[in-house]
């Protein structure tokens, strides 16, 4: 049975950092490609990352590119989110996903449940400014 479950998420100033995790079990880990994806309220779901199986080439959404760095430790079975430079736009709930691979349309919401078959439960981000 396949688990995914987010963590590290909380309080953070605009400006600052959290670092999120994803540990996925039930599965090889290596075989896989993991995403991010993140929901704020009435918005779509959108895509963070999605980071390729093996070779770990990570793709960024246009919003987190040069902010936020995705790492993967495949011995561990755990994806990780750094987030620097926060912005109030960024709080939303956090979500890892399983996938066979990284497409062009990984990031399209119609399709991202179709792209990745595993989802966490999701852990919250919020800014105190």
């Known amino acids: 049975q396949v688990q995914v479950v987010e963590s590290g998420g909380g309080l953070v100033q605009a400006g600052g950092s959290l670092r999120l995790s994803c540990t996925a079990s039930?599965?090889?880990?290596?075989?896989?490609?993991m995403g991010w994806f993140r929901q704020a309220p009435g918005k779509e779901r959108e895509g963070v990352s999605c980071t390729t199986r093996r070779s770990g080439i990570t793709y960024y959404g246009n919003s987190v590119k040069g902010r936020f760095t995705v790492s993967r430790d495949n011995t561990n079975n755990t994806l990780f989110l750094q987030m620097n430079s926060l912005k109030p736009e960024d709080t939303a709930i956090y979500y890892c996903?399983?996938?066979?691979?990284?497409?062009?349309?990984?990031?399209?919401?119609?399709?991202?449940?179709?792209?990745?078959?595993?989802w966490g439960q999701g852990t919250q981000v919020t800014d105190s400014s």
């Open positions: 996903a399983v996938g066979s691979d990284c497409p062009p349309s990984w990031w399209v919401p119609s399709l991202q449940n179709f792209n990745f078959d595993y």
């Open positions: 039930g599965l090889t880990f290596d075989d896989y490609a």
